[in-house]
Each structure stands twice: as structure tokens, then as C-alpha cells.
């Protein structure tokens, strides 16, 4: 499974890589069609080039992460999380008129959601340890298991203890007990009777 991981995350990081790289190299096709699709979503964006730039950026950086295996659940993430906005700023096959582009605004559509499935697969890979939940599950019954197999010897101690102050008490009782009856006779010989 470490042979398919070291062979498939970098074929899951080429696109993204070489898409960037494009960006960066002429970010002005893109920056208008973010710049006109901010405007129709209601939302303004004053330097679209810096935004296809900076998306562009963290796309290469989290795809080259992806790609040599360095924190690559994080890296996925990151790569989900930037091709939103592009993939609706790009291909937003809804809003075209021609069918020739829509039905290519399709096609890029499902690849981008099919690129998506795969990052969320990517972040989910554990390398077959276990998960944090799992983790956090595990420990949680251990710490349970230990607190009762605690209370039960913190349950025996007492138990022992009330029995020792219980035999001490009695001991205690028993000597006072007869220290009194020893009192009370002597005060009665010394005593007349009436």
C-alpha cells in the first residue's frame, strides 16, 4: 500500500502543479472570468490577477506537499478547499449560453468534482494506522477500564481500613468498657452501703 501511496499522490498533485504554473505564467484569462464571476455572486474583487496569483501559489505548494508525501492528509485539504472557488469561477456551465461551451463546461465540471472526491479520499488516508477518533475511543475505554480497576482497589483499601478502625474501636470500646466496670467496683467497695 506504501508503493500505491508513493505512485498516486503525485499523479493526484500533476494537474493542480501544472494548472498553477499556468496561472501564475498568465493570470490574466482567469483573473476576468474570477473578477466577472465575484460581480455576479455579489462580491467585489479589487486586484482579481493578485487572487488567481495567491490561489495559484497555494496550489503549488499544497500539490508539491501532496507530492512528495509531506503532510499530505493537510496538503489534500488545502487542495479541496482552493479548487472550489476556481472550479465556480472557471467552469460555471450553468451560466453559458452556447451549447458547444456548456457541454465542455460539463466535462471540466466533472473532472473537477472527480478531482475533489479524490483530495477528500487523500485527507481520509490514515496509512493504515488508526484514526484520531479512533485513538481518542480507544483511550477513553482504557481510562474507564483503569478507573474501575482503581476504585475497586481504592474500594478494597477502604474496606480494610473501616474494618481495622472498626477492630480498633471495638478494642477501644471493650477497654474502656471494662475500665469503667473496674471504676465503678472500686467506687463501690470504698463506698457505704445505704
Known amino acids: 500500500m506504501a508503493v500505491l501511496r508513493r505512485i498516486a499522490r503525485p499523479l493526484l498533485a500533476a494537474p493542480f502543479i501544472t494548472e498553477a504554473g499556468h ?3 498568465s493570470p490574466r484569462p482567469l483573473a476576468a472570468g474570477t473578477a466577472s464571476r465575484a460581480r455576479q455572486i455579489g462580491v467585489t474583487a479589487d486586484d482579481p490577477e ?3 496569483r495567491l490561489n495559484a501559489a497555494v496550489q503549488i505548494a499544497a500539490g508539491g506537499a501532496l507530492a512528495l508525501g509531506r503532510f ?3 496538503a489534500s485539504l488545502v487542495l479541496a478547499a482552493s479548487l472550489v472557488p476556481t472550479t465556480l469561477a472557471e467552469h460555471a456551465r450553468w451560466k453559458e449560453e452556447d451549447q458547444e ?3 465542455d463546461q460539463r466535462f ?3 473532472r473537477r ?3 475533489f472526491g479524490a483530495l477528500l479520499l487523500a485527507a481520509a488516508d490514515t496509512h493504515g494506522k488508526p484514526s484520531a477518533a479512533y485513538r481518542a475511543r480507544a483511550a477513553g475505554h482504557t481510562g474507564r477500564k483503569k478507573a474501575r480497576g482503581a476504585t475497586a482497589r481504592a474500594g478494597g483499601h477502604l474496606h480494610s481500613a473501616v474494618e481495622t478502625v472498626g477492630a480498633g474501636t471495638s478494642d477501644a470500646l471493650s477497654g474502656a468498657g ?3 466496670n473496674s471504676a465503678a467496683g472500686s467506687a463501690r467497695a470504698i463506698l457505704p452501703d445505704r
Do not use: Y
Open 178 to 180: 471494662r475500665a469503667v
Open 23 to 25: 496561472a501564475l505564467r
Open 108 to 110: 471540466h465540471l466533472a
Open 72 to 74: 499530505p492528509r493537510t
Open 113 to 115: 468534482v472527480g478531482l
Open 50 to 52: 493578485r487572487l488567481v
Open 101 to 103: 461551451l456548456r457541454k
